[in-house]
């Protein structure tokens, strides 16, 4: 690609709109929830939500606009919107909201359509190292996006000038790219050329490969012209080997007297290096002996020379290890000094975020209560939020607010004065011009109608001072919790002297006192001063919170607060959010570099002590191997060899030596007569064989190249031959090889490569025989030199073993040493034992090392480990053994109660199951019987009162027992109440029906019933009597009434009167009904109603036309006479007797 400058251009280009594109695109995500006038959350989701139109519209613009004009039109708009943004006055912020997404969707368009025209401008070869470069470009414009952050709190349009600009700068370098929408006709004439210059190329390497027809004759002529002349050339070349044997037979006749002298040459040769090899033999033998008559010497001198160095070295290690510290030591002062620079930069770090936290928690507080501020002057209320608006703008601002805003009261208190004081929904000023003000502002806007209360007006304090009540009740007025005192005349002007009571009695007694006082309930029951009673149904709530909502007091000074000063509040809040953020990154790297140089500073101390450690036993040990070292002089000064021995010796070496330096002399001068036999044997041959062989070399070469060439040559025409035949379908498949071709020109590409690669190795191999070659041809004089060299590494090692054979000896020693040592050092090691310690990982045991184990480790450095251990051991205080001894003691104790608690907990959790069943059973027992009296009581209610309804609810339906059951009734045509809520008559009926619903359920045989009847008129009264005495079977009612529609039903009758001031009482039986006649014991009456029982069509009759059965009718004429004797006053004898 770098071989192109095109290319490179282009890789450039595409580089930098990828980055652009990802810096603005993710930018713009970034800036969402800083609009300026905008809610952050609907607009980041706005902003999120525009991306899917972008994504949908790309795929089909890319398929009908040209590559260029897509991309420079999307980095276009986006700019030019983004441009736009900044201009935009902050009272409109929906507008900026819509260029902010056009720009979003735009460069979304951008982001998702710029990988096609990337891909088509390169080959296909680098399109895959293009598209992964020009991504990790757009990764850096992406990470570069952050710093933007900070532009923003420079000034807040910046970052919308650097996107914007960004942008238009690769729409404009977009223009520059070659444009790859082409058509389908013109990119198969592409696909057919490449696919022709690709056969052509596998064809062979005539460019003619189209024309192959004309290879056959055109070979055929360069054939017949390389045979002719293969030809000539064997017949001069058989020429010529015919005169090289010609002289090779002469000349054997010249050469023939100087091999034979070469020959007696080489055999005197012979003799003379024999006496040579025995002349060495002799001085090696001399030379041993001398050694073995020095070896004492030597061996002493080599001790004393190996002490000495080791002294020289004792004393050169102490002193770099001295040097070593110094240095270490200084600059553990230097880090130690930047470790407290760093803590220093922490705290103030540290200290700078607690001031910033401070600020930026105090300005938001004052941002949150501004925000409250400005919604409570917003309520549901549409004419008060047109009224609170006015004030905000300063255009009406002797607005108070609502009067149920001024103040606050206590829930408990809810219901009663939002029940009595009508005038909460009054709105509250301080003169009445600004009431008047308000009035036409709200005739103007057509906002509404609203009732106000002038303060100037109704200044009464009154209100002020408390008063006595009766039964210390507390009036309302006293109750109102409030911030600004000049509201109170408002609330006094409302309420006087309203006292709230806990029920309707206790507000009776108080209302209708010796004073009378307007009383309300906590149920919101009213008495009114003239004695009027209103309230109950459902009560009213809500009209005053339990906190005052309007604050007067802050109202005048927020009053010219607008929506640019909140803005400005929070841009000054994100300011200090991004400080802080900025110096909590700052704290995290100084802890990280402070942490960082803590371990060096432990690392570096733990260096210091060693080194102490190190220097310590240096010193120690150095006078130790001076005494060594002298002792070693003094041994070695004693230790002399015999003086006439060694004499001898070496004139025995030096004789040895001369007679070896004659016998090479003269073995040299006869190898000097042999080189010069063969050289001029060499110069003879050379002048006649020599040439003749360089012609016969030349003659091959050539006959060689020209029948390589003539296959060559017969190869393609048998080639073009089957070429010609395929050349047609080979056209005709050219479009469907070109990826096939691609792949095999990477693959003969590669194959080329690995044969470079082989060649090379072959060359290297070729280079290393040859090497071999020649050292073989010079082995000779090697071997010699490598038996030399053996013969004095055999007695090198005769010196070594007599060396070995000391060190043997004292290693004998030792080992005895060790072995009296190892069974007590046995013994101890079987009283270690490691101690389990609780809430730790178990430790590993004592491990046995074996010999190849053993040999890793290195005497020195146990020591140095044991010293350290040792050094640890003293700086720990000694541990309690003998807490884990009670740790296990108490474990146990642990453990048992444990036991304890889960029997009980077993025994616990059986006894819960067991009251969970019955629990259970009692609520699945209780909702079958609730279930059962609830339809039978719809069932009774419909019944008794024609067309009514009535039902029983749970108040808990998960607990029925709690909170008990709710009776709803609905009388005909009337709407659902509670029966507390009913009248006297309803009451009856809804208690009659349930009476009888449970009848149904649990008959009872007894019932007495205390005027029922009372509250009843006519009709209901004979509904109940008529059911009573018709479909009651199984129980006997016993019915006190005062009413002839009941008792005259009844089937006996029993008066009660009173003479004499004394109480009778007279029974009579209106009729005989069966089951009244004597039956026998065996037979019961206990039967139960099984179906709903309705009254008979006569019954229902005449009770719809208000008429009823009279009295005559039912009982006999001798017991209308004892009756109408009773009415009239007169007894009979037996009743005035007794």
Known sequence: MFKSKVLCLRFLNCCYQWAACCFTYYGLSLSSTSINGANRYISFMLVVCIEIPGVLISTPLLLWLKRRTLLSSAFSITAIAIWITPFIPREYSTAVLVFFMLAKASITCAFNSIYMPTAEQFPTNLRNTIMNSCSMTGRIGSTLLTLTVFLGTQHASLPAVLFASTSIIAGISTLFNPETLINYSSLSLTVVYLDLVSNICRNGNDIFGPFAYLIPSKNATEIAESETKIEKLTAEKTKIEEQLEKNLESLQDITQPLIEKKEKLQNDLLGFQTKVDECKAELTVSSNELKICQHSELCERRKYNSWKQSLEDSKTELDVKKKELKELQSNLSEVKKAAIEYREQLQERHKEENELTVQLRKLRSEVDEQKR?????????????????????????????????????????????????????????????????????????????????????????????????????????????????????????????????????????????????????????????????????????????????????????????????????????????????????????????????????????????????????????????????????????????????????????????????????????????????????????????????????????????????????????????????????TIDNLGKEVVDAQEQVMAKNQERDETYKQMEEAKGRVREIEAEINKAQSGGTEIKKEILKLQEEEQQGKVLRVDIEQKLQAIDKLVNDVKEQLPKLKYRLKGLKLREIPKQDPQEPLKVYQDEELSTHKTKDLEYKISCLDEQIQATTTPNIGAIEEYYTRREVYLERVRVLEDITKKRNEMRHLYDEVRKRRHNEFKEGFNIITRKLREMYQMITQGGDAELELVDSMDPFTEGVSFSVRPPKKTWKNISNLSGGEKTLSSLALVFALHYYKPSPLYFMDEIDAALDFKNVSIVANYIRERTRNAQFIIISLRTNMFELSHCLTGIYKVHDCTQSLSMANSVPDYCLPQPSSQVASQQIDEPIRPSQESADSLTNGTRTPLSQVISSQESDVFDNVRNGKLPEEMETS
């Not at 806007?445 to 303060?455: D, E, Q």
């Open 373 to 729: 501020n400005m919604n409570a002057m917003r309520s549901n209320n549409k004419m008060l939020d047109a009224l609170m608006q006015q004030k905000i703008k300063g255009r009406i601002p002797g607005i108070l607010g609502r009067l149920g805003d001024l103040g606050g009261i206590d829930a408990k208190y809810d219901v009663a004065i939002s029940t009595c004081c009508g005038r909460l929904d009054n709105i509250v000023v301080d003169t009445v011009s600004t009431a008047q003000a308000c009035i036409e502002y709200l005739k103007e806007a057509n906002a509404g109608r609203a009732t106000f209360i002038a303060l100037e007006k109704v200044k009464d304090i009154r209100g002020r001072d408390r008063i006595q009540t009766p039964e210390n009740v507390h009036r309302l007025y006293d109750l109102i919790k409030y911030e600004d005192p000049q509201v109170l005349p408002a609330f006094y002007f409302a309420l006087h002297d309203t006292l709230v009571a806990d029920d309707i009695e206790q507000a009776t007694r108080i209302a209708y006192g010796a004073k009378r006082y307007r009383t309300v309930t906590l149920k919101g029951e009213l008495i009114e001063i003239s004695g009027s009673i209103s309230g109950g149904g459902r009560p009213i709530r809500g009209r005053m919170g339990q906190q005052v909502k309007t604050k007067t007091s802050r109202n005048d000074a927020n009053t010219s607060m607008s929506g640019d000063n909140l803005e400005e509040m929070q841009r000054k809040v994100e300011e200090l959010g991004n400080r802080i953020s900025y110096c909590q990154e700052q704290q995290g790297q100084l802890d990280r570099d402070s942490r960082n140089i803590d371990v060096q500073i432990k690392q570096k101390e733990t260096a210091v002590k060693r080194l102490v450690c190190e220097v310590d036993s240096l010193e120690k040990s150095l006078p130790l191997v001076e005494q060594q070292c002298e002792a070693q002089k003094l041994q070695m000064e004693t230790t002399k060899s015999d003086p006439a021995k060694v004499k001898e010796l070496q004139s025995i070496i030096q004789k040895n030596e001369e007679a070896l330096k004659v016998s090479e002399a003269e073995a040299k001068k006869i190898k000097d007569k042999v080189t010069e036999v063969e050289k001029k044997i060499k110069s003879i041959t050379s002048e006649k064989v020599k040439s003749l062989e360089t012609k016969i070399d030349d003659l091959t070469k050539q006959i060689t190249k020209l029948s390589k060439n003539v296959s060559r040559l017969k190869v393609e025409v048998n080639t073009s031959e089957r070429n010609c035949v395929k050349t047609q379908e």
